[in-house]
């Protein structure tokens, strides 16, 4: 009897082995099928990627305002449509461009002389927008924060604000944090009270949506 056994597991083992082979096969043959017209990954990756956008400036002259960039990468873009912003929360556009060389610039006339934030919008051949990083309007004494004035007597610090500011950090020249404060989209003018702090210089940077900005302050005293 144990003979008989013996020799029936002898023959079903090959046919077990041969069907779980039959299954790998069939499931790595599934796995080429899947991929077979993907005959162009590099394709899939360009479609989630843009232009290269660097060294953005944006300069107020007389009557607009000049806003520079180079691009690289730049194929596949149907056009650069050129944004502003008074809050750093809503865009309007300043103008637009087709691509052609890589070195862009492009004039924003406005008699407005506040301190505009802008961006490049890239918008693809197949539909897709993608923005760069938001930059502020560069010139002589414009700033999304003003300090005023630059050497502090007493504990307060007066700011005239631009854009909405949402949070604030003073350091010391040797790089240690001396306070941080939470503004709460703050714009206009106002006063914050510091911490007693001693006589020297100091860095102040301000956070807004999008953008940042340092000023440097003294405070004064024997």
Not at 4 to 22: D, E, W
Not at 126 to 155: A, Q, R
Request: overall charge positive; hydrophobic content about 40%; proline content about 3%.
């Amino acid at each position: 009897m144990r003979k008989v056994i013996l020799q029936f597991v002898k023959a079903t083992f090959p046919i077990l082995a041969g069907f779980s082979t039959l299954i790998s096969s069939a499931y790595s043959q599934q796995n080429v099928i899947a991929g077979k017209d993907d005959t162009h990954p590099e394709l899939a990756a360009r479609q989630y990627t843009s232009a290269k956008i660097y060294k953005l400036s944006a300069v107020q002259m007389h009557g607009y305002n000049a806003i520079q960039w180079l691009a690289v990468a730049e194929e596949d873009t149907r056009r650069f449509i050129v944004e502003y912003s008074t809050d750093g929360v809503n865009f309007q556009s300043a103008g637009e461009l087709t691509p052609f060389a890589g070195n862009y610039s492009l004039k924003h006339y406005t008699l407005d002389t506040r301190t505009f934030l802008y961006r490049i919008r890239m918008e693809k051949k197949d539909g897709c927008f993608f923005n760069s990083m938001s930059f502020l309007l560069g010139g002589t004494d414009i700033g999304p924060v003003k300090i005023y004035p630059t050497i502090v007597e007493g504990n307060t610090l007066n700011l005239r604000m631009a854009f909405p500011v949402h949070r604030m950090s003073i350091v010391s020249l040797d790089g240690k944090q001396v306070m941080a404060k939470d503004l709460g989209g703050s714009v206009g003018t106002t006063e914050v009270a510091i911490p007693v702090l001693s006589k020297g210089q100091y860095l102040v940077t301000f956070y807004g949506n999008g953008w940042q900005s340092t000023e440097k302050f003294m405070i004064g005293g024997s």
